[in-house]
């Protein structure tokens, strides 16, 4: 939490950023992409061409839009033949609504529109800035609204070039930032990304890479450490895909694999305080075998290892 004294700092950011949002994407323009209609009411021409049926009700909970003002709104887009209704058979009081043809003629070419100037917003961008964006934009709707996304599905890949200091740098920022531990950290994950690269064994190692709408969101390895024994390595999920079981997904991956390649156990090494992590171990069947004190990272920890039978 924000403390009292940071706090007027960090609202006129806020506010700052959301002029210069407004600004580049036009929203202070008469007519909304040079339409006759406002911003409001394409927003719910969007909802209607993007959903079966809806009732009023349902636009209006989630674009958080005043129920009278929608109704005023929808009455507008009847008298133009733009949308029509027809009764719920569930609920009398409910009305089914849909966009005419008339209605899709006058949207589809909007959202074409949009679609077009935000092409050309990226495209002044190179990838990598445009990924940058991309995940910047989805970390600021997680964190405000930390729910998880129903169009951006979460895929694994395997490891490319530019993955390994992607991962070390997301290691280094996010335990500073949640675990307050310092750059001995960083430098212990990019020897164990550095080794894992220079001795990579394809047959038997594995690096998975989560990625959302082509950002990087999460990693996990597993590497070998005997000719029975795997060791399962860096699990990290970023702060926007948590929640929607990416972290169990990625751990059953690395057993599935080890399995696989013929190992009989797996093996990791963590900490007593990364709670989230060895709920997500001990739900896998991994099992706790050793503690010990460990002075690093800028802290007094209990380092801990589990093991998994396969």
Request: charged share 25%; proline share 4%.
């Amino acid at each position: 939490m924000l403390d009292n004294f940071n706090m007027p700092q960090h609202v006129e950011s806020v506010r700052g950023f959301n002029r210069f949002y407004t600004r580049q994407i036009g929203l202070l323009r008469k007519g909304y992409l040079g339409s006759p209609f406002s911003l409001a009411e394409v927003r719910v021409l969007y909802e209607l061409a993007h959903r079966k049926r809806p009732v009023a009700s349902e636009i209006a909970l989630d674009l958080d839009m005043d129920a009278g003002y929608l109704s005023r709104l929808l009455a507008g887009f009847e008298t133009r033949g733009l949308v029509t209704r027809s009764a719920s058979p569930a609920d009398a009081r409910q009305s089914h609504l849909a966009l005419t043809k008339r209605g899709r003629n006058a949207f589809l070419p909007l959202e074409a529109k949009s679609r077009k100037e935000i092409a050309a917003l990226l495209h002044r961008l190179s990838t990598q800035d445009q990924a940058r964006l991309v995940h910047a934009m989805q970390t600021i709707e997680s964190l405000l609204d930390p729910k998880p996304s129903e169009y951006a599905p979460l895929r694994l890949r395997a490891h490319r070039p530019g993955d390994m200091g992607w991962v070390v740098h997301l290691h280094g920022a996010l335990y500073a930032a949640e675990y307050g531990w310092n750059e001995r950290f960083e430098a212990l994950v990019a020897g164990i990304v550095a080794k894992f690269i220079e001795n990579f064994d394809p047959q038997r190692e594995r690096c998975w890479i989560a990625e959302r709408s082509g950002v990087n969101v999460g990693s996990i390895f597993l590497v070998k450490k005997s000719a029975t024994v795997a060791k399962l390595r860096l699990l990290l999920v970023d702060p926007s895909a948590r929640g929607q079981g990416l972290g169990k997904r990625l751990i059953d991956e690395c057993i599935q694999f080890a399995r696989a390649a013929g190992y009989r156990k797996v093996e990791l090494w963590t900490q007593s305080t990364l709670y989230a992590a060895r709920h997500l171990y001990k739900t896998a069947g991994f099992e706790l075998v050793r503690k010990s004190s460990l002075r690093d990272f800028g802290h007094t920890l209990t380092s801990e290892t589990w093991e998994l039978k396969l």
